[in-house]
């Protein structure tokens, strides 16, 4: 006996199709069959399944009453579907593992895992999204991250959460996926997203400080001097004094605060995306050179410096998102 069991009819009298296993899985030992919710029946080991998972090794250890009966083997009705039984089986055994190609359908095989109390199948299932590098695609992240939420499925959530702040917190991004949304999840990513804004304004303003920061570097421009924008306070966003933020030129004091300002307006919008930034600093660097008459002292420190300079706040802003931590409830 190999692969899945093909019966004509079932117990509850719907027809049963037929779903094969592997070739490379061997089942002819088999001694029960694990049923899905679309009535395919998986001839397996007890010992696969019990040296896997808690809830099978506790489920086999008790007198179990009269079941089913497929080929003389008792039957384990499970609520998945086929796709998904053949999935998990695939990473049971020592055999190559077929996992599905969608991430939603992956996170519904981690949380059929996480059910059955199995751990190491999590990991292995996990380890192979990560070398697959399979991703939630742009017009589904709001959709996987409240599946990946309602599963309580951390590791998930986090990552989702963070593809998150590359689009707009609206209600035409977050779509079909916002009637799924539990209430505390929906609370939790817009926190989250408000964390990340926070750090990342913060990181901004460490690069307005010509006197100790990395943009001290830019001191000698000629045309630097004090900059301030309508509303400002002298104060940091963390309520801190600024220091020195009049040495900057112009056109590096104004790239900063117009991102500044644009995070503190409404958190829902975008975040700020670290690989952008170069561009938009050799955007406003250029524009400077074509006002300035050349302005050797910035073409200097560009020359000299730029390369540096950029990678630098490249790594800033990355490690401004990176830190903040999704509170999981």
């Known amino acids: ?36 919710s679309d009535y395919i029946n998986f001839p397996v080991h007890k010992s696969i399944l019990a040296s896997s998972s808690q809830f099978f090794r506790d489920m086999f250890s008790l007198p179990q009453p009269s079941k089913a009966v497929v080929n003389g083997l008792p039957v384990v009705h499970l609520s998945e579907d086929a796709e998904l039984i053949r999935a998990l089986i695939t990473v049971l055994y020592p055999i190559p593992s077929e996992i599905p190609a969608s991430y939603s359908r992956v ?65 035409e991004f977050l779509g079909n996926g916002l009637r799924l949304f539990e209430g505390w999840a929906l609370r939790d990513l817009a926190s ?35 900059q301030h924008r309508p509303g400002y306070s002298g104060q940091t966003y963390s309520g801190q004094p600024a220091r020195n933020d009049r040495a ?33 600093y050799l955007e406003a660097l250029q524009v400077h050179i074509g006002h300035s ?4 002292s910035c073409l200097k420190t560009h020359a000299l410096q730029g390369e540096k300079y950029c990678v630098h706040l490249e790594q800033k802003l990355v490690y401004a998102r990176d830190k903040v931590q999704l509170t999981f409830v």
């Open 1 to 36: 006996m190999t692969g899945s069991e093909t019966c004509s009819q079932g117990d509850t009298g719907i027809p049963l199709a037929h779903f094969p296993l592997p070739e490379s899985l061997d089942t002819t030992e088999a001694d029960i069959i694990v049923q899905s």
């Open 107 to 171: 996170l519904a095989l981690l949380a059929a895992a996480q059910k059955y109390d199995m751990s190491g199948i999590q990991s292995s299932i996990r380890a192979e999204v990560s070398q697959r590098k399979l991703l939630a695609s742009t017009g589904t992240t709001a959709f996987v991250y409240a599946i990946a939420s309602k599963n309580r499925l951390l590791p998930e959530v986090e990552t989702v959460a963070r593809l998150t702040l590359d689009y707009p917190l609206t209600f």
């Open 248 to 280: 900057l030129p112009s056109w590096l004091h104004g790239l900063f605060t117009e991102q500044i300002d644009e995070l503190k307006l409404d958190f829902t919008n975008p975040l700020l995306k670290p690989s952008s930034i170069r561009n938009q």
């Open 192 to 226: 989250f997203r408000k964390s990340c804004r926070d750090s990342i304004v913060l990181c901004l303003e460490s690069f307005l400080d010509a006197h100790n920061g990395p943009s001290k570097i830019w001191i000698n421009c000629p045309r630097s001097k004090a």
């Open 293 to 296: 008459d050349g302005c050797a």
